[in-house]
């Protein structure tokens, strides 16, 4: 199994990952100011973040990840994955890239973003808006995220259930994207289509509930 896991990871990362976070980058870096200070959150490698980085005018990033990388393109502070440990608006923009349905819990992470971000959250996630939309994420996340040791909870949303999360912690949608790039011809219908979006959402700190038992 570990060679199995480890040819998996190889091929997707030289067919799948580079395409992925060109796209990403392209989609992502005009939802940020120019100048902006930014948390990537669940950061990986970091390459997406330096992209973007390289995109966007005197643009300060940063990461966290559960696993910090000493290699990774950024630099990045290990976090325990439930709390950011920054104060209250003490960035501009903190985005959650294909982070959130890995946690057993998306509102714990997203309550953090909307306590840490001045100004927007990024979020790009999944959602369950076609048949077979489930089993088509799990296959997907399988092939990216196992060989890496990655947290499987297969936690995916349709979208009134993101809409309803939004609400609930006071952020206001200014951006939804659903087309985004990631695969190419064929594959994007499978594995594309219906499946992802981008999004940034605007705190409204007087309105942010707070966590309720």
């Known amino acids: 199994m570990a060679r199995i896991l480890k040819v998996v990871g190889a091929a997707h990362g030289k067919f799948v990952h580079d395409r992925r976070v060109q796209a990403l980058a392209d989609v992502i ?9 930014v948390l990537d959150v669940g950061c990986g490698d970091g390459r997406l973040a330096a ?10 990033i940063e990461g966290y990840d559960l696993l910090a990388r000493p290699d990774a393109a950024i630099p990045v502070q ?7 440990p920054e104060a209250e608006r003490a960035v501009d923009a903190v985005m959650l890239v294909d982070v959130l349905h890995h946690t057993e819990d ?14 927007a959250i990024i979020l790009k996630d999944h959602r369950l ?9 799990r296959f997907m996340d399988w092939v990216g995220n196992r060989p890496h040791g990655v947290a499987l909870p297969y936690n995916y949303w349709p979208l009134h259930r993101w809409r309803e ?13 659903t087309r985004i790039g990631l ?31």
């Open 29 to 37: 870096a005009p939802l940020i100011g120019p100048g902006w200070t």
């Open 51 to 60: 992209l973007i980085r390289d995109r966007v005018a005197g643009i300060r």
């Open 78 to 84: 290990p976090f325990d994955g439930r709390s950011i």
């Open 106 to 119: 998306p509102m714990v992470l997203l309550r953090e973003a909307a306590r840490v971000a001045g100004k």
């Open 129 to 137: 808006s076609r048949p077979l939309a489930g089993p088509t994420l």
């Open 165 to 177: 999360a939004w609400a609930a912690l006071g952020l206001n949608l200014d951006h939804y994207q």
């Open 183 to 213: 695969y190419p011809g064929p594959a994007r219908w499978l594995f594309e289509h219906g499946l992802h979006f981008v999004a940034r959402l605007t705190p409204d700190h007087g309105t942010t509930r707070p966590e309720t038992a």
